[in-house]
């Protein structure tokens, strides 16, 4: 068991272990984004970091099926920092919230030696699409294709640089295709931590193993921070599940079977 992993399960709440505790049609959820840790602000402008640091926060809403309604933002911020700087900061968070039909409606500003981000998100939803659900003999499958943001980390690390629309940079949530498909799948959830570690968590919750009908290369099995979808569903809504991508223009990639053998992940932890 991983150090994260370990920290977690010293709480017992029954509303932990999805992407957001889901409690009375609401879903709550909270993520942090540290200089230095996700980030470095040679890499990205003022304006991106916040856009990044807010979409990754309304992706678990999305990875739930649930419309993200408010914001509670904490910034941690230099001394150092230009009111410039500050304005991208604000219009980067509030863009992207207008984008996603997200109020902002408080948090707190502190003074740091980095500039660190975290977001509470508010949604609603009828329909929760949660991470328990898989059976034996489900499709595994994930949107998108994986493996491009941890190539584009390694580049910035080497000192290179990265075009403004990398996946790294930007990222394309799943929205209109969750909002389709939710009566057709089983379970769901983003790809943060990479698609073999996340395989764990599935693996984990419903007790099941995966048999693979393609090799994955394990540079892009435990690429993190892809925030694709990673999604279950019975083999007779396939037709179904592939017809909404189509319409949705989703790109689809079923890669694994759920059986009953045991799973074992490849990657090792991204946070400790």
Known sequence: ????????????????????ALIGGYTYSKDA???????????????????????????????????PKYALLSVAMPKSITKTQMRELASGFKDTALRY??????????????????????????????????????????????GKSKKDLQKLLNLGSVHVKSKFVTIKLRDK?????????SSGMDISDGLFSDLDKLSGVNRVGFCFNKNIQKSIGC??????MLIAFDKRNEKAVLRHAKLTRTEINIFAKATRKKYINRCKSNHF
């Open 101 to 146: 039909g997200v109020e902002i409606i408080g948090g707190d500003t502190i003074s740091n030696t980095k500039l660190d981000i975290t977001v509470t998100i508010v949604s609603k939803t009828t329909k929760p699409l949660l991470r328990s659900g898989v059976k034996v003999g489900h499709l595994l499958a994930h949107t998108g294709e994986l």
């Open 223 to 228: 690429s993190g921070e892809e925030y694709e």
């Open 1 to 20: 068991m991983n150090l994260e992993n370990y920290f977690i399960q010293e709480f017992t709440s029954r509303y932990i272990g999805d992407d957001a």
């Open 177 to 185: 295709f969750i909002a389709r498909t939710r009566r057709f799948l």
């Open 33 to 67: 984004f540290f200089e230095n840790v996700h980030f470095k602000t040679k890499w990205m402008s003022h304006y991106q970091i916040a856009s990044k640091a807010m979409v990754v926060n309304i992706s678990d809403a999305i990875a739930m099926n649930a419309k």
